[in-house]
């Protein structure tokens, strides 16, 4: 059973910093890429951050230079550093991961972790 448990969300004030965790067990198939996504109230779900199997990284533009994303391959941890906050950086932050095992595609999605950045 493939388990993602996200922490670190909280209320903080403008321009402050975070550092969210998601730490997968049960992981029993090939990880393509782990990444962080985002869903405000009224708004869809989007790409914060993510990470592909060699390393390399992709942010969404209204969080390059400000985020940053990295993983512990050593204790299957995700991270997402997260400074210079913006009101409109809260949501409810996700952890995602995607693969493949025997050929067919699987993804799990954690359970959220509120990120609220509000003076």
């Known amino acids: 059973q493939v388990q993602l448990v996200e922490s670190g969300g909280g209320l903080v004030q403008p321009g402050g910093s975070l550092r969210l965790s998601c730490a997968a067990s049960?992981?029993?198939?090939?990880?393509?890429?782990m990444g962080w996504y985002r869903q405000a109230p009224g708004k869809q779900r989007e790409l914060v951050a993510g990470?592909?199997?060699?390393?390399?990284?992709i942010y969404a533009d209204s969080v390059k230079g400000r985020f940053t994303i990295s993983r512990d391959n050593t204790r299957n941890t995700l991270y997402l550093q997260m400074n210079s906050l913006k009101p409109e950086d809260t949501a409810l932050y996700y952890c995602?991961?995607?693969?493949?095992?025997?050929?067919?595609?699987?993804?799990?999605w954690g359970q959220g972790t509120q990120v609220t950045v509000s003076s």
């Open positions: 990470i592909l199997g060699g390393g390399s990284t």
């Open positions: 995602n991961v995607q693969g493949l095992s025997w050929g067919k595609p699987r993804q799990y």
């Open positions: 049960g992981v029993d198939f090939t990880i393509n890429s």
